[in-house]
């Protein structure tokens, strides 16, 4: 079965820390770039971060660059997302996503809250 499968999410307070990750099955992960994307409630969807096929090339959201850095292990078939310095404005749900594929996770809840 073709699918994506996000963990790592949770509660933290303003200022901490979370690392997400994605693990791929289904498809041949390595050929594929890959990215996340995040919806708040009440708001349409942000994208956040994406991937190059061999981690050589990132980008990043102007609000999360310099907090979050995304990583893959393509041994593991595995996307990461690791989030520091995490803001209140940081709550939603953050989905992992393959574009060429139009592949998503079901999502994952981070909650950045004191």
């Known amino acids: 079965e073709v699918q994506l499968v996000e963990s790592g999410g949770g509660m933290v307070q303003p200022g901490g820390a979370l690392r997400l990750s994605c693990a791929a099955s289904?498809?041949?992960?390595?050929?594929?770039?890959m990215a996340w994307v995040r919806q708040a409630p009440g708001k349409v969807p942000e994208w956040v971060s994406s991937i190059n096929t061999d981690g050589g090339s990132t980008y990043y959201a102007n609000s999360v660059k310099g907090r979050f850095t995304i990583s893959r292990d393509n041994a593991k078939n595995t996307v990461f997302l690791q989030m520091n310095s995490l803001k209140p404005e940081d709550t939603a749900l953050y989905y992992c996503?393959?574009?060429?594929?139009?592949?998503w996770g079901q999502g994952t809840q981070v909650t950045v809250s004191s």
């Open positions: 996503a393959s574009p060429h594929l139009d592949l």
């Open positions: 289904g498809f041949t992960f390595s050929i594929y770039d």
